[in-house]
């Protein structure tokens, strides 16, 4: 109970987590070699290894700090099919009620949590792992994908497959792709070229369909699905220079859009978007979305939640420039709540104190909060998201924020152990 992963085992309320998930042992079929809670510790376990799930599982066969972190002992056997890990995920991800987990662990980590009525609040966007998309790409991907599934279904209803320039174009976009500079004038003639094809091989697939009654599987439903609003945005764009709402970036991960966050070296980031506050140093979510929001219309939200959470009246609360507006700062005065806001109008008879409680809060914000950004990215697998649906992502972001959680909250419940004794 030494180790990190004992201190995270410590702090973490394994019963509480299990009720919230409404994870139940089953009766039918083969037995589950993970229990409720080991499914759980399996999850804690891939953020703070900070590891893929056949390394986690490869880990898993030879650590026996880890099997028995998540209640198993393997012995002279070994675990093989590492997919199960990505099973595990599905299943948890459908049980996710984000505000009632976060509930129980706050609940559990309280009485070592200080100052539940000072709050600091910033937003971050935790990156899916995606191939840059430029238009070109993303045309390419879907013909590619369009006339595999064209032949497949032509060679299963034994008709030949339809004439086209297939083979011609895929020469043309791998030269296109290894020039060093792509001329406007290649990147057209290829884009058109790619809207041509995709609208023939979707319609030869359409008319397949309709003619032969062929029944396809869900996910294939959705991809072509995707595949039309691909074609209709980048049609309008490219003909008729329409900026397309709700951008798809990606043929698999049709959730995704753009954010423009405004960074000097990455102006433009692709995953969830996350407005999240911090207690003390242990951070919750407050508003999680593939979206692009405004967090400063947040700021009342934000503070409605953490009250909810903590029981706690908020009377302090730290937030960058974006969320000093108006009818934030009317709330604050409203509500009696310290800000770090910039001071509008002359300045008050206390101008020195509010300057220096100003500054404490920035200080607080600026570096436990931003910082935790940071330690979560590099150091519990949140700094690009390989998980293949939207639910999956949002169970790997909430998991990795409070991996992070439980071992701070752990280091402190050994500090306060340690304090006893002496």
């Known amino acids: 109970m030494e180790s990190d992963l004992g201190r995270i085992y410590k702090a973490v309320p394994w019963d509480d987590l299990v009720s919230a998930f409404k994870l139940k042992e089953c009766d039918k079929g083969p037995r589950s070699i993970f229990s409720a809670q080991g499914k759980l510790a399996l999850m804690f376990l891939k953020h703070y290894g900070s590891c893929s799930d056949r390394r986690l599982m490869e880990q898993l066969n030879g650590n026996l700090d880890w099997q028995f972190f998540c209640g198993i002992y393997l012995g002279r056997d070994r675990l093989g099919n590492f997919k199960i890990i990505s099973e595990i995920r599905s299943e948890l991800s459908k049980k996710l009620d984000m505000e009632k987990v976060q509930q129980a662990l706050y609940v559990h980590w309280a009485p070592y949590v200080r100052d539940g009525h000072s709050i600091t609040m910033d937003a971050t966007c935790y990156e899916s792992h995606l191939r840059y998309p430029t238009n070109v790409k993303l045309l390419w991907e879907t013909v590619d994908w369009l006339y595999a599934l064209t032949r497949d279904t032509s060679k299963g209803v034994g008709r030949p497959l339809m004439r086209s320039k297939y083979l011609k174009w895929k020469r043309r976009y791998v030269s296109y792709s290894k020039m060093r500079r792509k001329t406007k004038k290649k990147k057209r003639a290829l884009t058109r070229s790619l809207l041509l094809l995709l609208d023939k091989i979707g319609g030869e697939l359409d008319l397949l369909e309709k003619e032969y009654k062929i029944t396809m599987t869900k996910d294939q439903y959705r991809r072509r699905a995707t595949a039309k609003k691909i074609y209709a945005q980048q049609h309008g764009y490219f003909h008729r220079s329409e900026k397309p709402k709700d951008r798809i970036v990606s043929l698999d991960k049709d959730y995704l859009r753009p954010i423009v966050r405004g960074k000097e070296t990455r102006p433009v980031e692709f995953g969830a978007k996350v407005n999240k506050f911090q207690v003390d140093g242990i951070g919750f979510i407050e508003h999680l979305s593939f979206n692009a929001f405004h967090e400063g219309n947040r700021f009342m939200d934000t503070i409605f939640k953490a009250q909810r959470l903590t029981g706690t009246k908020t009377k302090l609360a730290g937030a960058d420039a974006i969320y000093a507006t108006n009818k934030n700062r009317r709330f604050a005065t409203r509500y009696n709540i310290r800000t770090d806001f910039k001071r509008k109008g002359r300045a008050g008879k206390h101008e020195k104190q509010r300057k220096q409680l100003a500054k404490a809060i920035t200080k607080e914000r600026a570096s436990r909060l931003e910082g935790s950004f940071g330690t979560e990215k590099e150091h519990y ?29 752990g280091s402190r419940m050994a500090m306060a152990s340690m304090e006893r004794a002496a």
């Open 381 to 409: 697998h949140l700094k690009r998201i390989r998980a293949r649906t939207k639910a999956t992502e949002i169970l790997w972001i909430f998991f990795g924020i409070h991996t992070r959680n439980a071992m701070e909250i």
